[in-house]
């Protein structure tokens, strides 16, 4: 038989490669738009997220911190590797056990300290507000004495106290206690036995796939391991240094609470970019209302801390991995915090790695597959 002619219809949507992948495109937005009225479904999964995600979340970091030294130990020394994760544990536990021995009763001084001097330093930094704006000019709709009250009642409460009557909602504080327990006590049962089957991981999830497939996916789960525990490893060990270097310079100086905001530094500085800014604002307010000579030194104490960290410490203990433009950093951030709050501010740029490595190995498939990436041939002679 004769081929019929082709028509209009079959040129542009049966036989059209652009008119089928934007069907599949709204067909897979359908079964997402689908999927979010699935709250029925939706609700108990995440309630069940939500209680897993924060013990795996804490048992993966230690496990990247603590899996080089039991990889080294094992394959060198040949100790077993139960009997190395079990000393390593016992090593941690003491070391725990003297830092709340030694350490935590100053910290715990110092905090002490600042909650009671909190309300005086307020009062203080309103005081200053206030004369600085019976200095100024503001529109007649700003009332800045009224700001700065509204603020003191705010944050000091009737009496005085920090925060008055915030606490008083003890279900929430027992939620957050109940789970921060929880999350302490599964953390470590989790941590032994990432750490003594982890390796096995890989192998045994690529045995799900046809046995072709199972070579590209161990090399993406081993690029993931690699480059996310290297963040990590990297991320908290520069974190380290500098509440360490935080904690030095604010004793040198003689400022007060100096071993709280070297404490705070230290997580603070797991935020790029705006971390080490976010340390430096409580020291600065602190040291102001201390004297000139004290907001001056904290100044010299971040400059040569922002030295070490940016020309030594990060060099060595980072390198060039996740090397990210910073408006690429600037973006994740702000729309990892906006979804997921402080833990996808922290969270954001490994989880934007793991993305990009996953969605770049699927383009490549997809290219070297699709006709649109390919040269046209042309057959004549």
Same mark, same amino acid.
């Given at each position: ?26 067909? $897979? ?41 039991? =990889?080294?130990?094992?394959? +060198?020394?040949?100790? =077993? ?15 725990? #056990? ?26 203080? *930094? ?15 709709? @700003? ?24 606490? #008083? ?18 953390? /470590? ?12 991981? /890989? ?25 996310? $525990? ?33 404490? *705070?530094?230290?997580?603070? =500085? ?18 102001? *209302? ?37 408006? !690429? @950093?600037?973006?994740?951030?702000? !729309?990892?915090?906006? *979804? ?17 490595? @996953?969605?770049?190995?699927?383009? =490549?498939?997809? +290219? #070297? ?13």
């Amino acid at each position: 038989m004769p081929n019929k002619p082709s028509t209009w219809f079959t040129r542009l949507f049966l036989n059209n490669k652009a008119t089928i992948y934007l069907l599949n495109i709204s067909l $897979g937005l359908v079964v997402i738009w689908m999927a979010t009225k699935l709250t029925w479904l939706l609700d108990p999964l995440g309630q069940f997220l939500s209680t897993v995600a924060p013990p795996l979340i804490l048992a993966g970091i230690l496990y990247y911190l603590m899996v080089p030294l039991v =990889n080294l130990l094992e394959r +060198r020394w040949h100790i =077993n590797r139960g009997l190395t994760i079990a000393g390593l544990f016992v090593v941690l536990v003491l070391l725990i #056990s003297l830092g709340m021995r030694q350490f935590i009763p100053a910290v715990q001084q110092q905090i002490s300290g600042f909650v009671k001097a909190a309300p005086q330093y307020w009062r203080e *930094l309103t005081k200053i507000s206030r004369n600085v704006a019976d200095q100024q000019h503001w529109p007649d709709f @700003i009332d800045m004495n009224q700001v700065g009250q509204d603020l003191t009642k705010f944050f000091g409460g009737k009496n005085g106290n920090l925060v008055d009557g915030t606490f #008083s909602q003890l279900s929430s504080i027992i939620n957050v206690v109940g789970n921060v327990v929880i999350t302490i006590a599964t953390a /470590p049962f989790l941590l032994f036995f990432m750490l003594k089957d982890g390796q096995y991981f /890989p192998q045994a999830l690529a045995k799900l796939l046809p046995e072709r497939y199972q070579a590209t996916l161990l090399d993406l789960l081993n690029e993931i391991n690699t480059k996310v $525990g290297q963040y990590i490893q990297g991320q908290l060990t520069v974190a380290f240094f500098v509440s360490i270097i935080f904690m030095i310079g604010y004793s040198v100086i003689g400022l007060k609470f100096a071993l709280v905001l070297g404490l *705070l530094a230290g997580p603070l =500085n797991l935020i790029p970019y705006l971390g080490s800014a976010l340390a430096m604002i409580p020291a600065l307010v602190l040291g102001a *209302l201390t004297s000139i000579q004290m907001f001056i030194a904290v100044i010299v104490v971040f400059l040569i801390e922002w030295l070490l960290e940016t020309q030594v410490i990060s060099p060595l203990v980072m390198g060039s991995n996740m090397a990210m433009h910073p408006v !690429t @950093i600037a973006i994740v951030l702000l !729309t990892a915090g906006k *979804l997921f709050g402080l833990v996808g501010v922290i969270l954001g740029i490994p989880g934007y790695a793991v993305l990009k490595i @996953i969605i770049s190995r699927l383009f =490549n498939w997809y +290219r #070297s597959r699709s006709g649109w990436y390919h040269p046209e041939r042309n057959d004549e002679p």
